[in-house]
């Protein structure tokens, strides 16, 4: 990997937000998961969740560029992943058209946050709804009353985006992610064809020094050779 390579990379693992993330509630339309997940990168979020729809497949060729940056975390159901949010010490959004429910913009998005997206064809489901700590919606003053889950995916996280800069919290001196995550994405991303080697081989990923450059003995090189 080349040098400004690996200093692109750490950049962008020092502003990652790991306490502000996306919740996919059987999202199901490729375009539209490949879409939100380029959206989290650009944000700056390190990971989303997802609950799949029971006859779609988890991520495989859904948005191959971004979904090597952001990371996707798997649960069975809604109340699964509500729990682990809220454990997490989030506040948990949904987008929902409702009584109760306030403008995204209101929101105070320094605070750990999660925001609850629904499916394209019926929205958040009720118990999604009983659970989030808040309803949100985005203001519209035409005939139509939805956003496609893309886009609107895309204004709550640029709103949040601006209030977290504006808090200074992209501007991190040290990525607040943990070692072993970030020493992973440097060999994964900065070295692919010998991390995919290394992973197939279950062998251990060796350090990188200042530069990027993959520092390992004679016996790692020999085994990583071996067909």
Same mark, same amino acid.
């Given at each position: 990997m080349n040098l400004e390579r690996y200093q692109r990379i750490q950049q962008v693992l020092k502003a990652r937000q790991i306490d502000l993330t996306l919740c996919l509630e059987e999202v199901h339309k490729p375009?539209?998961?490949? @879409?939100v997940i380029r959206t989290a990168d650009a944000t700056g979020l390190?990971?989303?969740?997802?609950?799949?729809p029971n006859k779609?497949?988890?991520l495989t060729h859904t948005s191959a560029g971004a979904r090597n940056w952001v990371e996707v975390d798997n649960h069975t159901n809604i109340e699964d992943a509500i729990s682990e949010l809220k454990a997490q010490g989030m506040q948990v959004l949904v987008t929902n058209l409702s009584d109760t429910a306030v403008d995204f913009r209101t929101?105070?998005?320094?605070?750990?946050t999660a925001i609850i997206l629904g499916s394209e064809k019926t929205g958040a489901s009720e118990q999604a709804?009983?659970? @989030?700590?808040?309803?949100?919606i985005i203001p519209m003053m035409g005939m139509v009353q939805s956003l496609n889950v893309s886009v609107a995916s895309a204004i709550i996280l640029y709103e949040a985006q601006r209030q977290r800069q504006e808090a200074g919290m992209y501007d991190n001196d040290v990525s607040p992610l943990a070692e072993d995550v970030i020493h992973r994405t440097l060999f994964e991303r900065g070295h692919p064809?010998?991390?995919k080697v290394a992973k197939r081989k279950k062998m251990p990923y060796p350090p990188l020094d200042d530069?990027?450059?993959i520092v390992a003995d004679?016996?790692?090189?020999?085994?990583?050779?071996?067909a």
């Open positions: 375009n539209n998961v490949s @879409a390190h990971k989303i969740h997802a609950i799949w779609m497949r988890t929101i105070d998005y320094t605070k750990p709804k009983k659970l @989030a700590d808040q309803d949100i064809v010998l991390a530069e990027g450059q004679e016996a790692w090189w020999a085994e990583m050779q071996k």
